[in-house]
């Protein structure tokens, strides 16, 4: 039971045991506060975000806050859009510093093969071989594109391969879908300044980034579509087929690779 009311003799702590033994858990002020209002006030004053612009501009005029992704995309896209030629295009990548991949890997694999081939093969990202030695599908997967190559009649003096992300991600993950938009504009430069008569993705990954579709690559490969640039003169017809990566993993996948790249042929074929 709870004792009697407490007598005004009592001192501040005897009373303030004795409100907590009559189960008082919170105080009452004498005037009502209007919480509803208190909380619109400091709502209101709150900033508004920053839109994509705003970021990009604080970004360059030396603020001191760090970049954000839109406004990292933003540089790229002007460093990118700034080159006029593959070796331009190669040092503008190597100076580049927004993509925290950079910081991660060894060097920048740009590509290899023939820049004038008329067939340009694009991959996703290096791997520890490539990382090592700076050339794009360098490792096992590399070895059995050329083989691919081989089978019709192509080989890294008649195509020019290259990736859509240049610096190998830590433990060869897949890129982050930020780090594939900082990378974006570079490929898309590149693409424009190699001018190919086809393009073909090796994988899910560049047929998503570069067409700018989701489905999975067993939905969109074997199946002719258009890249387009402002930038090229026309569209450039492009095959998604199976990375050679994961035709290593599942090769019975490699008979449908094998078509798509009998359908390279004949497309090749039949621009001469």
Known sequence: MFSAAPSARLT?????????????????????????????????????PASPQQLATSATTGSGRQPTIAAEATTSAHLAMECHSLPELRVAMEA???????RTCQRTVFADGNPAASVMLIGEAPGADEDRLGLPFVGASGKLLDRMLATIGL???????TNVVPWRPPGNR???PTEVELCLPFIERHIELVAPAILVFLGGAP???LLARQEAISRLRGRWMDYSSSRLPRPVPA???????????TPLHKRDAWRDFLAVRKRLESLR
Request: glycine residues 8%.
């Open 12 to 48: 501040s702590e005897q009373l303030l045991r004795w409100y907590v033994q009559a189960g008082v858990d919170e105080t009452v002020g004498e005037i009502p506060v209007n919480r509803y209002a208190s909380a619109q006030v400091a709502g209101a004053a709150k900033p508004r």
């Open 174 to 176: 897949k890129p982050e």
């Open 207 to 209: 047929a998503s980034a």
């Open 239 to 249: 095959m998604p087929t199976y990375h050679p990566a994961y035709l290593l993993r």
């Open 96 to 102: 580049y510093e927004g993509c925290g991949l950079k």
């Open 155 to 161: 080989d890294r003096s008649s195509a020019y391969i």
